[in-house]
């Protein structure tokens, strides 16, 4: 089901003001209601253009031409206002919980329909803890984002003859941040139950991403 929810908390896109990126996020409260009561307060100063219950429904808050306020300080691609140049989906999930089933087939129908409707390829498709390492986590390591390249609507590296971990991910868009955020922020997404120092599988793997950078193709293609 797809409802449209009014949020006032939006403004004009800056600069080009042209979507380049879509950025994920899940809402850390404990129900839908709560969060969208959150993401129209104007007080809270929070909004996304959409929100997706668990059970599937999709709410509109703000309309995709206008700039949303929910990357806040952050980076990616050496870019920052990251809310003039993304999409903003968040997901009502607390966090520590699986995201059910019909989350995330509503989640892949309207990826696919934002990429579609502004040109986009799947490496767009970012989540908040890789724009801001430093201080964010979600989605988090229960999202299945493998799941999603599957389907073209976002990347998974293919392992690659290992090289700079840090330059790999760079050059793929993360900020220039602390080497153990970085890691911390890369294995979130791709390796979420991996521990300790930077390892050869990571490099392998980071080494994968720059190949998305440079033609849109995976390491082996």
Known sequence: ???????????????????????????????????????????????AHYLIDGDGTVLSLVEEAARAWHAGAGEWSGADDVNSRSIGIELANTGRDPFAEPQMTALERLLAGILDRHALPPKAVIGHSDMAPDRKGDPGPRFDWRRLALQGLSVWPELAEPGDFRADLRAFGYPDTAPETLLSAFRLRFRPWACGPVDDTDRALAAGLRRFAVDGTPADA
């Open 1 to 47: 089901m797809n409802l449209t929810h009014p949020s006032p908390n939006f403004g004009e896109r800056r600069g080009r003001g042209r979507v380049e990126l879509v950025v994920l996020h899940y809402t850390a409260m404990p129900s839908c209601a709560a969060a969208l009561d959150r993401l129209c307060d104007p007080a809270a100063e929070v909004s």
